[in-house]
């Protein structure tokens, strides 16, 4: 069975690790700073000492190129990003784009030319410096001129930073491609789901949707001493309330979903005032925009419940929602069907973090599949995954790539 060449694999992860390396052991390479740059130079040049074409896209996406024979228009990519956040670990997205790159460079090794054209692709700004999934928003046509505006840096700041790249909004704004037939992403974990069931593989059914809601509830400012008890109407006792039923709720009813209270605040807060208003920031995640929208429903009718039981009033406002991104049946068998070549356990799994693949789900059958990261940690310069695992991801998406060309050529 062809297997990639695992030292010369390892040899690269352990080299680019280097670049952006902190004394704690992990990496900083937020996008387009010179970290991020110099592993983008270090990328091209591997390209050309393997033999295959770089291509660089409007919205600063790096290519590796395998051409197909006959090298016909459309595509199938796989990849990731280097970049990273400020102080994070060595193999989130690094080695995703490393393992996509090794199945194309054995395959050139081989003299292996498929019926279809890959490309191995280094995503710009996966994980926000800038925006967040810049690069394959550009690439799926979902970037709007309006994204452009809000972005994290001042807008001359991001205009020197993609002048440096050769490229510019305009460019980013026209990155759109109609040529994919398919992608898929190797990710680790970030959770240690896959580890404590010793799992080799996790294959991801669908990336969660996120919605966020202030909640508010009003009640009656009083004197916290004159007052009686029974008289009170504490917005902070509802939210109370609320908070523990919400846990409960969603455990009882929507696992895998989870949610999430993370911010609360009692006005007008002080010892001797009975709480008159408590704002709460909740957040929930689900794979399924079905249920999703009965989460949010039932979150709700809870909030109305507590608001009674207290005599209080209860209303809410929401931020734009990220939705649920299905990953493709198609994409999912081929990934199965290679890790069950490869000898490789494997269980389907939701995805709780946002990662490039649900861009590509807009477009083409995408899906994505997690290596374990040990103790699930990451982020964090301890986020570790073992060679072995990393080995086995590497030969999962040589292998599932050769079944795509099955399905697609
Ligand atoms: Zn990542």
């Not at 052991?25 to 074409?53: C, F, M």
């Not at 080799?200 to 996120?210: K, P, R, S, T, W």
């Not at 523990?244 to 006005?267: E, Q, W």
Request: charged residues 25%; aromatic residues 6%.
């Amino acid at each position: 069975m062809l297997t990639i060449n695992q030292d010369r694999f390892l040899a690269d992860l352990r080299e680019l690790a280097r670049i952006g390396a902190t004394a704690a052991g992990g990496l900083s390479r937020p996008a387009l700073t010179v970290h991020d740059i110099e592993a983008r130079q270090w990328y091209r040049g591997k390209i050309a000492g393997a033999g295959l074409d770089y291509a660089l896209d409007g919205a600063g996406n790096q290519s590796a190129i395998l051409w197909g024979d006959p090298p016909g228009d459309k595509r199938i990519l796989a990849g990731s990003h280097l970049d990273s956040v400020p102080n994070g670990g060595r193999y989130d997205g690094a080695l995703g784009l490393l393992v996509a790159f090794e199945a194309l460079r054995t395959l050139k090794d081989h003299d292996i030319r498929p019926p279809l054209t890959l490309e191995a692709l280094n995503f710009t700004d996966e994980e926000g410096a800038i925006m967040g999934l810049m690069g394959s928003r550009a690439l799926a046509g979902q970037l709007a001129a309006a994204d452009l505006e809000r972005t994290k840096i001042a807008p001359r700041e991001l205009t020197a930073r993609l002048d440096a790249l050769g490229i510019s909004r305009e460019s980013m704004l026209a990155a759109r491609r109609d040529d994919i037939l398919a992608w898929v992403e190797l990710h680790i974990e970030q959770g240690a789901r896959l580890e404590d069931g010793n799992i080799d593989i996790g294959v991801v059914d669908a990336i969660v949707g996120i919605r966020s809601l202030k909640l508010t509830l009003s009640g009656e400012a009083a004197h916290a001493g004159t007052k009686p008890m029974k008289q009170r109407r504490d917005a902070l006792w509802g939210a109370a309330q609320f908070v523990l039923r919400a846990r409960k709720h969603v455990m009882d009813n929507y696992s895998p979903g989870v949610c999430n209270i993370g911010m609360i605040d009692a006005k007008p807060g002080a010892f001797n005032i009975v709480p008159a208003q408590v704002d709460l920031a909740l957040e929930f995640r689900h794979g399924s925009s079905e249920e999703m929208d009965a989460m949010g429903d039932d979150l709700l009718g809870l909030l109305e419940e507590c608001a009674r039981e207290f005599d209080l009033r209860a209303s809410f406002a929401e931020t734009p929602a990220v939705h649920p991104a299905r990953m493709s049946e198609t994409v999912m068998a081929a990934i199965e069907r290679a890790a069950a070549a490869l000898g490789l356990s494997h269980r389907r799994m939701l995805s709780f973090a946002g990662h490039d693949t649900q861009s590509l789900a807009q477009v083409c059958p995408a899906a994505m599949f997690f290596v374990p990261s040990a103790r699930g940690i990451s982020h964090n310069p301890k986020e570790f995954t073992s060679d072995a695992d990393c080995v086995n991801g590497a030969n999962l998406m040589l292998h599932t790539l050769l079944e795509l060309i099955e399905v697609f050529a």
